[in-house]
Structures are given as structure tokens and as C-alpha cells.
């Protein structure tokens, strides 16, 4: 009897195998072909590899990773130019931030968040992506302001946006102790943010709230 189980399972195994071929192929078959690119943006600080259709270039499809210089920040996939499944949000030395699935529109994984099954009912206000972009685009755009720099001016300047429940900037501000040589500068440059980024409310018993959300940013002069 045992020998007769093991033939059966062989056979078994065989057609699985078979199968699941026959199942690689169709998929590869239906797949559009697609050509990899690169691109670098804000001076060089954003590197990112993604796939495009050969039929269309201007539509994403396929694996995508964003870079933060040398240190990989995004990962995920598109979908004809949509972001599909679970995307890896990180921040520097490949730590994690978050998970976000973008087919449920919800957040997977939040690192050091004690309560992850009550993600859906209770988070805190984020980014929709790597926190390391928003910084990127500020620190590029304002770089060093001149007139601070003449006149040996360090700071560190926080900014904050005010979230609506929808995840759209409804005002910008500074933080107390900004130097204005500094703080006006980044303020101008928070004007100049993508209009079609996303930033996740935070949640209170699921509920989406207006909320808060700070970016600081360290002026230090290198001569001292």
C-alpha cells in the first residue's frame, strides 16, 4: 500500500510540475513587453529604475525602485501606470518605515508600531511613500540660502503641513525659532511640492483626522 501512495504522489508531483510551466509560459505570453529605464532627479539626490511599455513609454510597468543616492527607499510595482500590490517604504540603511497596499488602499506594516492589526483603526499622519522624498525635493530646492550663508546663519527649520482627512495640503508653516534667512526659503519651497503626492491622515478609531505633518530640516555650515 505504501508503495502505491508513493507512485501515486510521484505522478502526482509530475503534473504539478507540468502545470505550473504550462501556467509560466500563458503569463509570460500575456505580459506586454516592456523595456527597463532609468532616471536621476532633484541634483542628482533621487535615482530611480523602473520598467515602461515598449508600445507607450510615458506608461510604467513593472518593477520600480527609488533610490535615495545609494540607499534604495521605494519598491514596488506598476500596473499600466497604476502602483500595484504591497509597496516597501524605507528610510536610510534600508530601515524599514511602512508597507502600503495599494489594491486595498490600506497600511500593511508600520515598523516599530506595537498594534499592526490596528493599523486600520488607529495611525499616525504619513507620507504615501519614503519619508526621504519630501526631504529630497526641500534640501534640493532650497540648498543653501545665500544670504544665510554670508552671514554665518545655522538653524534647523521645521516646517509643517497641515493635512486634510482627504491627504491633501491645506496650509504650510514654520516652526518656532526658525531663522527667517532659512525659514522663508524652505516655506517658498514647500510651494513647489508635486500637487499629486499623497499624504495618509491620521486615523483615530478609524476615523481620518486633519492632521500634522513636520519636516526638519539641519543648516549646518561646513567651514565651522
Known amino acids: 500500500m505504501n508503495k502505491l501512495v508513493l507512485q501515486k504522489t510521484g505522478k502526482l508531483r509530475v503534473q504539478l510540475v507540468v502545470l505550473s510551466g504550462v501556467l509560466f509560459l500563458l503569463l509570460l505570453a500575456a505580459s506586454p513587453p516592456t523595456e527597463l529605464r532609468t ?4 541634483k542628482g539626490q ?8 515598449k508600445s507607450d513609454t510615458s506608461v510604467l510597468h513593472g518593477p520600480y525602485a527609488l533610490y535615495y543616492k545609494s540607499h534604495l527607499v521605494e519598491a514596488g510595482r506598476y500596473t499600466h501606470g ?6 516597501t517604504f524605507l528610510n536610510l540603511g534600508r530601515v524599514l518605515e511602512f508597507k502600503y497596499d495599494y489594491d486595498a488602499d490600506s497600511i500593511v506594516l508600520v515598523a516599530g508600531y506595537e498594534e499592526q ?7 499616525d499622519c504619513m507620507f504615501l511613500g519614503s519619508s526621504l522624498v519630501p526631504y ?3 534640501t534640493s530646492l532650497v540648498g543653501y540660502p545665500s544670504a ?23 496650509r504650510r508653516y514654520l516652526g518656532p525659532g526658525a531663522p527667517p534667512e532659512l525659514g522663508d526659503a524652505v516655506l517658498e519651497a514647500s ?10 491622515p491620521q486615523r483615530v478609531k478609524g476615523q481620518k483626522q486633519r492632521s500634522l505633518y513636520r519636516i526638519s530640516i539641519h543648516f549646518e555650515l561646513k567651514h565651522h
Do not use: F, K
Open 148 to 170: 544665510a550663508y554670508e552671514a554665518d546663519i545655522e538653524g534647523v527649520v521645521d516646517l509643517y503641513m497641515d493635512i486634510s482627512a482627504e491627504g491633501a495640503i491645506l
Open 191 to 200: 510651494r513647489q511640492l508635486p500637487e499629486d503626492w499623497r499624504w495618509l
Open 46 to 53: 533621487l535615482n530611480c529604475s523602473y520598467h515602461v511599455l
Open 39 to 42: 532616471s536621476r532627479t532633484m
Open 117 to 123: 492589526r490596528a493599523l486600520a483603526q488607529n495611525s
Open 136 to 138: 529630497a525635493h526641500l
Open 82 to 87: 497604476q502602483r500595484t500590490g504591497v509597496w
